[in-house]
């Protein structure tokens, strides 16, 4: 039996109207499954919504009916239209499945980006801001320490619960609507502190210098971690820098299922080796040396040359620190002809780097700076018959080739433009 | 023969069908085909299996933060599992179970339902007590 405070009592009887009766109605039966006493306040969100390409599967046009039958699980027709979603959880999109401007850049008709500005505007309505970003916490989408979020993107939900403290578990695009409307999840999992201390030790000995060796390290961890698992990372390494730990977050995330990692010394909740695994010890230690770093980079990239015409840089989305080493390598060189080069990054970050020149260079080099999506999310369209892409992710890397026929080759960003320049890639 | 396993009841209701035991769980992304149910995930064990009909029997989930979403597409096609079998839930699983509704037995302490139940056996999941009881095949 969950325990219900008085505000969730009143909610329960209808008092919030019936789309967040529903909803708290489907979080009390989650955290029935999940075998939780209680529930606790979600004060941060971000959703899937937009044109997915999963609404597809209701042939209707009608967003109420899909909202209905895909988020909330029910055939009756809930009133998403005229109906906000809870007053005290803030809530952004997340990535969508378009730029937010050039669909026909990424391969994708006037009449789905239309469908996807009309299914936005009605999320908008609604109460939900628009940020269209995996990594919201670049835009100021912040839940700190002890805070309760819940979010439809791995890479985030690891970024706030390992360094921001902030306690979120992976549970999905149905889940977090619930929350975002109800403002309630399960009190359970990574949101009680006795479940987020590490399990496994993996000491690092290779290069860890660079937000590609990160990147590497990440999918390595992620690889070797036990189902269930929370890593704390220890080793003689220079923390991360922000472009270097979100990449790190994005690969652990990719080949495993957590969402939450220490860094002895850095992450808050892994200041010692004690307080990252609650005075228990770990259940196991691993190391990551040269070789495994070797191995998982002949897992994400092809081992022959071959040409390129497809390069995409961003994943997670760029920083502006990020764009600016792009547009500073650039600077007086031409993207080979035939070659389409895209960095993705969230809109205002793209704001900004127009109006501090970088956006300038970048397309007078023949480059492209795009909005809310990336090729993951926008499908095999985006890659429109490429013999070669080139990707600076791993996440990107690992995922794109159940999605296309092409090469597929990943490095660094330099490595990347490299191929973009000359419209190969050399081993 | 008949054995019977005890776990915590997630999903209430009785629900019989033949095993599909992955496990290695099943992936979210590119984990089964949403129209046909079909396990499309590269390698797995049951690759080419569906899911339709069948008691799932897995550890717990893989990947993907959406992992509930893939098998949502697949029920709003016609296409679910008849009843759960899970060792250890997660918040991944329980979203799934909340959407799919199919009976669900979960957390089994003491015996790991992967390593008793044979794909194929026949098998009995009551939410309502939590016991699992398994017709060898």
Not at chain 1, 62 to 82: A, G
Not at chain 2, 94 to 108: E, Q, T
Request: aromatic share 8%; net charge negative.
């Amino acid at each position: 039996m969950v325990k219900l405070t008085d505000n969730e009592k009143n909610i329960l009887r209808g008092g919030k109207g019936r789309l967040q009766q529903k909803a708290l109605e489907n979080i009390i039966r989650y955290a029935e499954v999940l075998g939780a006493e209680e529930l606790c306040r979600v004060t941060k969100a971000t959703l899937g919504l937009g044109a997915q390409p999963y609404l597809n599967h209701i042939q209707s046009d009608d967003y109420n009916k899909i909202f209905s039958r895909v988020y909330m699980c029910t055939d009756e027709v809930l009133d998403i239209n005229h109906n906000k979603f809870s007053e005290s959880c803030f809530c952004v999109t997340c990535t969508e499945n378009c730029d937010s401007e050039d669909y026909e850049e990424v391969g994708l008709t006037k009449e789905y980006f239309d469908k996807n500005s009309r299914f936005l505007e009605i999320a908008r309505a609604a109460g939900v801001s628009m940020a269209s970003t995996c990594a919201p916490y670049l835009l100021g989408w912040l839940p700190l320490k002890g805070e309760h979020f819940v979010t439809t993107e791995s890479s985030n939900a690891m970024f706030c619960n390992s360094l921001l403290g902030a306690c979120g578990n992976p549970d999905g695009v149905e889940a977090a609507a619930w929350s975002a409307i109800c403002g309630r999840t399960p009190k359970w999992g990574l949101h009680c502190a006795e479940n987020r201390y590490a399990t496994h030790e993996f000491k690092i000995e290779c290069s860890a210098q660079s937000a590609m060796d990160w990147d590497v390290i990440g999918y390595t961890i992620g690889r070797i971690l036990p189902a269930g698992g929370i890593p704390v990372i220890t080793g003689d390494f220079g923390y991360p820098t922000i472009v270097e730990v979100k990449q790190l977050f994005a690969s652990i995330a990719t080949t495993s299922g957590a969402v939450m990692c220490h860094i002895l010394g850095m992450t808050p909740e892994g200041q010692t080796m004690d307080m990252a695994t609650g005075g228990r010890g770990v259940a196991g230690t691993f190391n990551v040396n040269e070789e495994d770093y070797k191995e998982s980079l002949a897992m994400l990239c092809d081992d022959t040359p071959g040409p390129v015409d497809f390069v995409s840089l961003g994943c997670p989305h760029y920083t502006l620190e990020e764009i600016q080493d792009v547009a500073n390598y650039l600077l007086g060189k031409n993207i080979m002809k035939g070659v389409r080069f895209h960095i993705w990054t969230a809109y205002p970050i793209k704001e900004m780097a127009r109006v501090s020149g970088h956006l300038n260079v970048i397309e007078n080099a023949g480059g492209r700076i795009m909005t809310s999506s990336c090729p993951i999310m926008v499908g095999e369209s985006i890659m429109k018959g490429s013999r070669g892409v080139a990707l600076d992710g791993a996440k990107q890397a690992h995922y794109i080739r159940s999605m296309t026929n092409a090469a597929v080759y990943y490095g660094d960003k330099y490595r990347c433009i490299d191929a973009a320049l000359s419209g190969k890639w050399d081993i | 023969m008949k054995t019977v396993l005890k776990g915590r009841g997630a999903i209430k209701g009785i629900a019989e069908g033949e095993a599909l035991v992955c496990p290695d769980s099943i992936q979210g992304w590119a984990g089964i085909d949403e129209i046909t149910g079909v396990i499309i995930e590269k390698g797995h064990v049951e690759e080419g299996t569906s899911i339709n009909g069948r008691v799932l029997v897995i550890p717990s989930s893989k990947g993907s933060n959406c992992w509930s979403g893939h098998f949502n597409s697949a029920m709003i096609n016609g296409v679910k599992p008849a009843g759960w079998v899970v060792t250890q839930i997660d918040s991944r699983v329980g979203v799934a179970a909340v959407v799919v509704g199919s009976p669900m037995v979960v957390d089994f302490s003491e015996i790991d339902p992967c390593k008793v139940i044979k794909t194929g056996d026949w098998i009995k999941v009551n939410g309502d007590t939590g016991e699992v009881e398994i017709s060898q095949k």
